[in-house]
Structure formats: structure tokens, C-alpha cells
């Protein structure tokens, strides 16, 4: 089977499975927000960046609040978060160019997105498709490699080599989907330690599946 019509029956598949996880379990009231909390999550559980976030973005809620914080205060939120002196670093220009550059407002392209510090292309994906209901590419997170690798979808770790193979064969109305069902396959049975076949969904079709045919 060539892989379009392969990664169609997968999706159908993850769909009726985690038809509830189709949107990012981050928590957030404005675009604004979302960006931030993409930025704490690289290497982070998102479960974590919430508990930070609830606190942060009670106390600061404007792009000029952090573009005037200072680092010291924003550390007070963001120490219990792996790599948080980057990633605060980067929160706090990224405001500043929000101000210079785009009148305070986070912009819903690909391109203008990732001039922001800190913004590659998988947060400029996640905020552009979760905000602003759009999508310029696929965001491809360390549970999408796993699962495209296992799939036999992609070969290899690298993000944009991956997103370039998906893109081809994906259907641009799933392109949002395809990273939450691919993430929520991912927490659920298919992690980069280890995978559990036996209460997979797609164990009857999946290359790498333990489960006998």
C-alpha cells in the first residue's frame, strides 16, 4: 500500500479513537498566551507548562507586560520548567519585537512568526493552527518523529525533513490533525521508550507492530 492511502486509513483510525485530543492540551486565552506556553513546552510536559501558566498569565496578561519585565521576575515563574533562563530570555524579546515590529500583535503567518526570538517553524505551526485555525505546515514534536519512524511514514529525526514527507502526503485539512492524533498516539501507547502494540489501534496495520497479523 503506497503511503497516502496508508496514512488515510491510520487517520481514520486515530480519529475514532482520540476524536477528544484533536486540539492542544495547553491552556490559554489568547494567541499571545498560546505562544508563550508553545515556548515553555519545548522538552516540557504540558501539564507543567499549565500549572506555570495559570499563575503567570493571572499576574501578566498584556505583550507590554513582558516586554517590560525583567528576567529576575519572570524566573519566579518559570524556574520549575527545563531550560526556563532561555526560554525566558526569548519570551521577553519576543514581546519587545511583538511591539517594535507588529503593533503588539502576534501575526498569524508562517514566515513573520518565526522572526520573533525563540519561534521556530514547529511553534510558528502549533500557533498558527490552534489560534488563528490555519495552516502553512504540519508541527512535528519528538511524538510525531516516533510515530512517523514506526509508521514508516518518515525516516530519520529531523523535524522539517519530516514535516516535508508528511505535507506530500497529507491531505492539507488534516495537517492540524495529524499532530494531535500523532502526539496523543504517542502519550497513550506509542512512546520513543517504549511501545505497547497490544492496545494500539492501529496494531493491525502499523510495519513496526508486535502483534501478529
Not at 8 to 24: E, I, N, P, T
Not at 83 to 93: C, E
Request: proline residues 2%; glycine residues 6%; contains cysteine.
Amino acid at each position: 500500500m503506497s503511503k497516502q492511502p496508508f496514512l488515510r486509513k491510520v487517520l481514520y483510525l486515530l480519529k475514532k479513537r482520540y476524536a477528544g485530543h484533536m486540539k492542544s492540551t495547553l491552556e490559554y486565552s489568547s494567541a499571545w498566551e498560546l505562544l508563550v506556553a508553545t515556548m515553555l513546552s519545548a522538552q516540557a510536559q504540558d501539564r507543567q507548562v499549565n500549572v506555570v501558566t495559570k499563575k503567570l498569565f493571572h499576574d501578566h496578561r498584556d505583550v507590554g507586560d513582558y516586554a517590560g519585565m525583567g528576567l529576575n521576575e519572570l524566573y519566579k515563574y518559570t524556574k520549575s520548567i527545563g531550560l526556563y533562563r532561555n526560554k525566558s530570555k526569548n519570551i521577553i524579546k519576543a514581546a519587545k519585537a511583538l511591539e517594535k515590529d507588529f503593533n503588539g500583535e502576534v501575526p498569524s503567518d508562517i514566515a513573520s512568526l518565526q522572526t520573533l526570538p525563540g519561534v521556530g517553524r514547529k511553534t510558528a505551526n502549533v500557533v498558527q493552527y490552534n489560534w488563528f485555525g490555519k495552516s502553512e505546515g504540519i508541527a512535528i514534536d519528538t511524538h510525531c518523529i516516533t510515530v512517523c519512524n514506526r509508521l514508516g511514514l518518515a525516516k530519520g529525526t529531523n523535524a522539517e525533513k519530516i514535516e516535508k514527507e508528511m505535507i506530500k502526503i497529507t491531505p492539507k485539512k488534516d495537517w492540524g490533525n495529524v499532530t494531535h492524533l500523532f502526539i496523543a498516539l504517542g502519550r497513550d501507547v506509542c512512546t520513543a521508550r517504549a511501545k505497547h502494540c497490544e492496545a494500539c489501534v492501529l496494531n493491525r496495520i502499523c510495519p513496526s507492530s508486535t502483534v501478529k497479523k
